[in-house]
């Protein structure tokens, strides 16, 4: 069973429209990341959500919103999409109690805009 | 604040040499540091992790990490490198488990 799951795999959209990635983990865990990774291969986190709480939000713009309806899940919409919004889009997700800060990612979602 | 200096974004070895990624960090408080690997096409997944227990830290696939405080630095190495663990390496620091920053990534190559 995939812990950490994300579709769709690869994304292909033109400039302005709206599309979404999902997420789902099975680990159990209360917290949840969206990452961005871009052509350069650097990470930088865009946000994060603790038991549906949002916790983190990362100077991201507001055309991106995330959306846990739970725990194991976290969203995120993307309206009016830009070309540099090309990019592969992880999620993860650890235990807040084992307070180690582990991270499980998900395979990605790649994300091209024409 | 926390942040993480990675040396040399890309590293090539050939096989069977020693791999020695370099890492530096930089911390208000005693971290969390960890190592990912991330293979072609695939999500980042957990090498090794420093929790504040042994210094020198064994993780999967023959790699290990020794912290040292005095240096700032949580360097990766491996006495022999395989084909197969040509990927990009991430570090990564984490000031109370709840935000990890990561490195901007070593990618590398094995030589035959």
């Known amino acids: 069973d995939t812990a950490v799951s994300q579709t769709p795999k690869y994304l292909v959209t033109q400039m302005g429209n709206d599309k979404s990635i999902k997420c789902e983990q099975n680990l159990g865990h209360d917290t949840m990341y969206w990452y961005k990774q871009d052509s350069k291969k650097f990470l930088k986190i865009m946000f ?3 038991n549906k709480e949002l916790i ?3 100077t991201v713009p507001n055309r ?3 959306k846990s309806p739970d725990k194991a899940h976290l969203n995120l919409h993307i309206n009016s999409l830009e070309l540099g919004d090309s990019a592969v889009y992880f999620c993860a997700s650890r235990s807040s109690g084992r307070n180690t800060g582990e991270l499980f990612f998900g395979e990605g979602s790649r994300l091209t805009v024409l | ?3 993480v200096t990675q040396l040399g974004s890309h590293v090539s070895v050939s096989e069977g040499a020693l791999v020695l990624l370099r890492c530096n960090y930089s911390s208000s408080v005693p971290p969390y ?3 990912y690997v991330q293979y072609p096409n695939q999500g980042l997944q957990l090498l090794l992790k420093y929790t504040s227990a042994a ?3 064994k993780g999967i696939n023959g790699f290990e990490a020794e912290f040292k405080k005095s240096e700032t630095s949580f360097h990766l190495t491996k006495p022999s490198a395989h084909m197969s663990d040509a990927a990009e390496y991430f570090c990564a620091v984490s000031e109370n488990a709840g935000k990890s920053t990561f ?3 070593t990618t590398l190559t094995v030589k035959p």
């Open chain 1, 64 to 66: 991106f919103s995330p």
């Open chain 2, 1 to 3: 604040a926390q942040s």
């Open chain 1, 56 to 58: 983190i939000n990362e």
């Open chain 2, 103 to 105: 490195g901007d990534g």
């Open chain 2, 33 to 35: 540091l960890f190592w």
């Open chain 1, 48 to 50: 994060s959500y603790n």
């Open chain 2, 55 to 57: 210094t020198l830290v």
